[in-house]
């Protein structure tokens, strides 16, 4: 059987992006501003973000947060961090999508100041799309593992796309590299709409960036 190839004739996509401060007065705390992918339950889900001090843009994994604070609505896109105090430093907060401190999917970095000067969302893009598989890129935070830490891509008819699961297929990635290119073998059929998804953490509610497209 000979592949076809697609050409993609519609493509969007989503990731948790990041805007915020750190506000030194009386009550020090973190502002955290998020955008959800449309589908995600903060709460629910247990999102939250945490803020360690660190020595560069680099997040520290295995270690705890000096502070940190849930989702507490499904519709304020904002979580505030309650700091027992502030000292002048360079500080990363981190936005994560489940319980587990290796769910990061984006950060913002405080190089000495109360405002970001960078800001990071994991993201895919598509590579190749052919009538048996579909090529994905994926983008994740500097040092995550995504073997270590059950990272997966999957593909949804866009209108099953859910955090509960129901795919058409998912595969877990079987690299430790923070970036790289993954493929699934997928029947796909010529102008349907799919949706395909990343996963930073095992559960099917952690998903932290995702893409819709259709193709002919």
Do not use: H
């Not at 449309?38 to 520290?60: H, L, M, Q, S």
């Not at 799309?129 to 890129?137: A, E, G, L, N, R």
């Not at 923070?178 to 709409?193: A, F, H, P």
């Amino acid at each position: 059987m000979t592949e076809e190839y697609f050409s993609i004739v519609q493509e969007s996509s989503q990731s948790i992006d990041l805007t915020g401060m750190i506000i030194n007065d009386d009550n020090p705390r973190v502002i955290v501003n998020y955008t959800e992918i449309t589908g995600n339950k903060p709460v629910e889900f247990n999102n939250w973000a945490g803020i360690w001090k660190v020595n560069e843009d680099r997040f520290p994994w295995g270690t705890d947060p000096i502070a940190s604070a849930p989702a507490l609505s499904d519709e304020s896109n904002q979580i505030i961090i309650p700091l027992v105090t502030f000292s002048y430093g360079i500080y990363l907060v981190g936005y994560f999508t489940g319980t587990s401190n290796t769910a990061l999917s984006s950060t913002m970095y405080f190089p000495g100041g109360y405002t970001p000067k960078d800001q990071f969302s994991s993201y895919i893009s598509l590579n190749e799309v052919k009538s048996d598989s579909i090529s994905i890129w994926y983008k994740t935070p500097y040092g995550n593992d995504p073997k270590v830490n059950q990272n997966w891509v999957a593909v949804w008819n866009e209108a099953d796309f859910s955090f509960k699961g129901d795919w058409i297929k998912r595969e877990f990635i079987d690299s430790s590299d923070c970036e790289g290119n993954i493929k699934l073998y997928v029947n796909l059929k010529s102008g349907n709409s799919y949706t395909v998804a990343y996963g930073n953490n095992e559960y099917d509610s952690n998903i932290s960036t995702a893409i819709n497209f259709n193709f002919k």
